[in-house]
Nanobody, 119 residues
Framework: QVQLVESGGGLVQPGGSLRLSCAAS????????MNWYRQAPGKERELVAS????????NYADSVKGRFTISRDNAQNTVYLQMSNLKPDDTAVYYC????????????WGQGTQVTVSS
């Protein structure tokens, strides 16, 4: 069955760094655009970063540009989110998403990993 398993979240001080990982299984990872979303308490889920199939194209929310880097390893079926210079506003549950339109639209989600930025 399809699985997206996030890891790497935790508590970090402002200015610190974290690296999130999302291990995928049960589908053809290399055919899917991979995204990281986040949802803070009381707020809507927002798209943070996207990486296209080959990894050559990426896109970021303005709020994280220059601080976050998304990457993927198609051989390992894994997508990463390197987060640097973290701010308290980055506190949220971070979700991994796989998206493709292969005839039909396919969307798969992970269970989320908590990131808390606090001193």
């Amino acid at each position: 069955q399809v699985q997206l398993v996030e890891s790497g979240g935790g508590l970090v001080q402002p200015g610190g760094s974290l690296r999130l990982s999302c291990a995928a299984s049960g589908f053809t990872f290399s055919r899917y655009t991979m995204n990281w979303y986040r949802q803070a308490p009381g707020k809507e889920r927002e798209l943070v970063a996207s990486i296209w199939i080959t990894g050559a194209t990426t896109n970021y929310a303005d709020s994280v540009k220059g601080r976050f880097t998304i990457s993927r390893d198609n051989a390992q079926n894994t997508v990463y989110l390197q987060m640097s210079n973290l701010k308290p506003d980055d506190t949220a549950v971070y979700y991994c998403n796989a998206h493709a339109q292969i005839g039909l639209v396919y969307d798969f989600w992970g269970q989320g990993t908590q990131v808390t930025v606090s001193s």
